[in-house]
Every structure is written in C-alpha cells, then in structure tokens.
C-alpha cells in the first residue's frame, strides 16, 4: 500500500488509522531516513489506539512504553544499538511477541530480530515535490 502525505498532519492521519487497525502482537518495523515524520507517524499509531500522553522519540532510551490505550505501544528507537545482542538485554522478546502494538525505528540494524510478519513501513521525503511531501509505503 502506498500513501502520499503533504504535511505533519497527514502523516500523523495515516499512522492513526494504522493504530485504528492494530491488533495485540502486531510489530511495526518503521523505515526512514533522519527528518522525515517517523515519530510523527509513530506519534498517529498512539493516537489511533487511544495514547493521549506525549510521544517522544526514545533515542537515548531505546524503548519508550505507552500503557493508557486499548492496547499498549513499545516504541523501540534502535539507532543507537551497535550489536543485535543488546536487544536480549532489554527483554526485546516480551515486547516483540507479547500483546501490544510495537514500533520499531531503524530495524535494519537489528534485521535479524525483526518478526518475519513484521508490517513494514518506509517513510521517504521528496523535497522536489514539497518540503512536507512525504511517501509511505506499507508492507505486510
């Protein structure tokens, strides 16, 4: 599925109606470079499973956990994570494969941890097209 967005608000959109879909195990693996709308994405998953609290990027904590909604949400930032092996340490597992919705940034770096059935999404800009032009692409 692909989805094109030309602001925040869009973007925010097509991640709260993905929330809206989410089912307890579901892990999204969510692609994108620097700057183009992952947490805003991210920040729409919340709201579509009822997160009213802030969203924040957990870059310096690696995993970030929202219990309020219908389902919880583990949002994983892994771009700091240099080993795979550090995953095991955070308990990656009981998130991966329990009952909540888990968003995982950068999963390249951790592919091989990555669940098979993993919605995958890639979020990519084309300043050509807009500053806030944005192209996500689903995969399931």
């Known amino acids: ?9 869009e973007t925010f959109e ?5 929330g809206l879909e989410a089912k307890p195990g579901t892990v999204i693996a969510l692609s994108g470079d620097l700057g183009t709308g992952k947490t805003v994405f991210t920040k729409g998953v919340a709201a ?19 219990e309020e909604g219908r389902l919880p949400l583990y949002h994983f930032d892994v771009y700091r994570i240099d080993d795979p092996g550090e995953m095991e340490e955070i ?11 888990t968003i995982v940034e950068w999963p390249e770096l951790i592919e091989e941890l990555i669940p098979d059935e993993a919605v995958r999404v890639t979020i990519t800009k084309d300043t050509s097209r807009g500053f ?9």
Do not use: H, W
């Open 1 to 9: 599925m692909l989805t094109e967005t030309n602001s925040a608000e």
């Open 14 to 18: 097509a991640g709260r109606r993905m």
């Open 48 to 66: 579509g499973l009822g997160i009213s609290e802030p969203v924040v990027s957990p870059t310096f904590t690696v995993v970030q956990i929202y």
């Open 91 to 101: 308990g990656y597992r009981d998130y991966f494969y329990g009952d909540g919705v």
């Open 132 to 140: 806030d032009y944005r192209r996500i692409e689903v995969k399931c």
